[in-house]
Antibody
Framework: QLQLQESGPGLVKPSETLSLTCTVS??????????WGWIRQPPGKGLEWIAT???????YYNPSLKSRASISVDTSKNQFSLKLRSVTAADTAVYYC????????????WGKGTTVTVSS | EIVLTQSPGTLSLSPGERATLSCRAS???????LAWYQQKPGQAPRLLIY???SRATGIPDRFSGSGSGTDFTLIISRLEPEDFAVYYC?????????FGQGTKVEIK
């Protein structure tokens, strides 16, 4: 059974870099049928797509976050990661990783999410 | 960037009633790339509908999706207690994914 698990610090200081990793179990991240992505949800608000990556390394970014975000994949570890630079309180959110089906571009499997708070 | 606008913001209904949720896009969206999700408090979103009208695995047939172009609809034919949640539409176009702001379906 496919599972995605987010990991990383729950507290990040303003102006620093947020770093998260998603570990995929039960399937290969090198599957040609799927992308892998990050989505976040600020407290009490809606969902915001951040970035998506294909196993080959092809990346896609939300234009509003592109200057600060970086997504990468490590096929040997079956993981993909997100870095978000120069964070502010507005980056406080639950961060989800998700599998994205290539042909229809929907997100069919999600991690449980990890809460990241930006505060000094 | 395509903006998705969902209405209403909140829908107050009783169990057994029919829920009709709307998702309007700022530009035409391929039906293949329109999805709906359900999210309950403290949980990750769950895929309900993809390709505008196809139910995801394990989704009851009381959930149905329709629409094309800029107007899409999610219908819950008879609300069950577990259906009270927030619903999001999502689209993909030009290498970008966007979500609507959500519709909360609450118990009246």
């Amino acid at each position: 059974q496919l599972q995605l698990q987010e990991s990383g610090p729950g507290l990040v200081k303003p102006s620093e870099t947020l770093s998260l990793t998603c570990t995929v179990s039960g399937d290969s991240i090198s599957s040609t049928s799927y992308y892998w992505g990050w989505i976040r949800q600020p407290p009490g608000k809606g969902l915001e797509w951040i970035a998506t990556i294909y196993y080959s390394g092809t990346t896609y970014y939300n234009p509003s976050l592109k200057s600060r975000a970086s997504i990468s994949v490590d096929t040997s570890k079956n993981q993909f990661s997100l870095k978000l630079r120069s964070v502010t309180a507005a980056d406080t959110a639950v961060y989800y990783c998700a599998r994205n089906y290539y042909f229809y571009n929907y997100m069919d499997v999600w991690g449980k999410g990890t809460t990241v708070t930006v505060s000094s | 960037e395509i903006v998705l606008t969902q209405s209403p913001g909140t829908l107050s209904l009783s169990p057994g009633e029919r829920a009709t949720l709307s998702c309007r896009a700022s530009q035409s969206v391929s039906s293949s790339y329109l999805a709906w999700y359900q999210q309950k408090p403290g949980q990750a979103p769950r895929l309900l509908i993809y390709g505008a009208s196809s139910r995801a695995t394990g989704i009851p047939d009381r959930f149905s999706g329709s629409g094309s172009g800029t107007d899409f609809t999610l219908i819950i034919s008879r609300l069950e207690p577990e259906d009270f949640a927030v619903y999001y539409c999502q689209q993909y176009s030009s290498s970008a994914w966007t979500f609507g702001q959500g519709t909360k379906v609450e118990i009246k």
